[in-house]
């Protein structure tokens, strides 16, 4: 499927790229970290015969500009103006990964104005653990030592933050100490991980994850880092009303199946749902009950 990219001017008058493609009820997806409107080619594909399909660029990414302010509560503003450029409401709202934080912060920020329904696809209210808090990244073991090691090597090393972003994110398996992954500095322990995970070749993966980013690039993805990880949206789960769908990768790898119960057992009515044998790369993994759980829940008639 070929996406036609168009742009409209937000508040600030920075330009954001969007796409709006198919017809019938509106679906709004919301891609995840580092990823830009290419990504939902092939959801859209299947999604567009039967909805109006829209997904935009967070800024720094695609055909968007990159601003100093970018950021996941930026990137929820951006969307409430879509919205509003587009004239649409009855949205049924899907947030992936990182889009599950603006979805979030969009709900914090205008409560669920001019959302019919909401998807809240492998993501957490609060990526941190700490406290009596175990339900975030990395199954509950990411720390703020975590947080804070990551914060430096977005900058000081991308191409090794991804290998680690990208390699713990599509291993699929709970976080029970059956997996040994690479110490985190160890660039070329990394390369092979992944390369055995993929069945890519090490050669090959480094022209792929060569991530030579401007300082003004690291520093937008360091930002964004900031806000979605950095973030806490727990007491706002009570205040979306709303059907809403938490989807979680089973077994998973980022998050699982007790992190999507909390939110369920938290937002009124809520409905959970497993995508099986997938890691939190389930929309590439699982491509068909991804696509179809989505589609299913947003058909019903409420």
């Known amino acids: 499927m070929r996406l036609e990219v168009q742009n409209f001017t937000a508040d600030d008058g920075a330009s954001i790229g969007y796409v709006d493609v198919g017809t019938?009820?509106?679906?709004?997806?919301?891609n995840g970290f580092?990823?830009?409107?290419?990504?939902?080619?092939?959801?859209?594909?299947?999604?567009?015969?039967?909805?109006?399909?829209?997904s935009f660029d967070h800024r720094g990414y695609g055909a968007s500009d990159l601003t100093p302010d970018s950021g996941v509560e930026r990137s929820a503003a951006d969307l409430k103006k879509l919205l509003e450029f587009l004239d649409i409401s009855d949205v049924s709202l899907i947030g992936y990964s990182m889009g599950g934080s603006?979805?979030?912060?969009?709900?914090?920020q205008f409560g669920v104005e001019r959302l019919e329904r909401l998807v809240l696809a492998d993501t957490s209210p609060?990526?941190?653990?700490?406290?009596?808090?175990?339900?975030?990244?990395?199954?509950?073991?990411?720390?703020?030592?975590?947080?804070?090691r990551d914060l430096e090597t977005i900058v000081d090393n991308p191409t090794l933050f991804h290998l680690l972003f990208y390699g713990r994110a599509a291993t699929k398996s709970l976080y029970n100490g059956s997996v040994?992954?690479?110490?985190?500095?160890?660039?070329?322990?990394?390369?092979?991980?992944?390369?055995?995970?993929?069945?890519?070749?090490?050669?090959?993966l480094k022209r792929i994850f060569k991530y030579d980013f401007s300082d003004e690039k690291k520093q937008n993805e360091r930002r964004y880092w900031i806000s979605?990880?950095?973030?806490?949206?727990?007491?706002?789960?009570?205040?979306?009303?709303?059907?809403?769908l938490c989807l979680y990768a089973d077994p998973g790898s980022f998050y699982y199946s007790a992190t999507a119960n909390f939110m369920a057992r938290h937002i009124p009515g809520a409905k959970v749902f497993a995508?099986?044998?997938?890691?939190?790369?389930?929309?590439?993994?699982?491509?068909?009950a991804f696509t179809s759980s989505i589609s299913n829940f947003c058909s019903q008639i409420l």
């Open 126 to 148: 609060k990526l941190i653990n700490e406290g009596d808090w175990r339900l975030g990244l990395w199954q509950g073991r990411y720390t703020r030592d975590d947080f804070c």
């Open 34 to 54: 580092g990823e830009d409107i290419s990504y939902v080619n092939q959801l859209f594909e299947r999604w567009s015969q039967s909805f109006r399909c829209v």
């Open 102 to 108: 603006v979805a979030f912060s969009y709900v914090e």
């Open 228 to 244: 979605m990880t950095g973030g806490d949206w727990r007491h706002i789960l009570k205040s979306i009303s709303i059907p809403t």
């Open 275 to 288: 995508i099986e044998n997938a890691s939190h790369v389930c929309p590439k993994e699982n491509l068909d």
């Open 180 to 204: 040994v992954f690479p110490a985190n500095e160890d660039v070329e322990g990394w390369f092979n991980y992944v390369s055995e995970l993929t069945r890519i070749r090490t050669s090959l």
């Open 24 to 30: 019938g009820r509106p679906l709004i997806y919301v």
